[in-house]
């Protein structure tokens, strides 16, 4: 719906309170994790900082949950969950030369 005269009202956005906090990383933990296994990485929308440390708190849930190194990337709009590329023992990742 479009608003041309700007006369319907913002949304206002809540915090989480520190239940909805705890229940809500346990729920997107099971789906973040099932993604990870299934695809290799999960990509939701977080354009707040709020969003973005409650995906952070679900990414480092699921690595412990599945014994793997997992990271997100955000930038604003999006967090992107993904494993964290393994290192292996006596190799140097030089990057792209």
Do not use: C, W
């Not at 705890?22 to 993604?35: C, G, K, M, Q, Y």
């Not at 679900?58 to 993904?82: C, E, H, K, M, Q």
Request: aromatic share 6%; net charge negative.
């Amino acid at each position: 719906m479009t608003d041309p005269l700007g006369t319907l009202p913002k949304p206002r956005r809540t915090p989480l309170d520190a239940d909805e906090r705890a229940r809500a990383e346990v729920s997107f933990s099971s789906l973040v994790a099932e993604h990870l296994v299934t695809s290799g990485q999960f990509r939701v929308s977080a354009d707040t900082p709020e969003m973005v440390e409650l995906f952070q708190a679900v990414a480092r849930r699921v690595g412990d949950t599945l014994g793997r190194p997992v990271v997100s990337y955000a930038n604003g709009r999006y967090i992107v969950i993904t494993f964290a590329q393994e290192e292996t023992p006596g190799v140097i990742d030089r990057g792209a030369q």
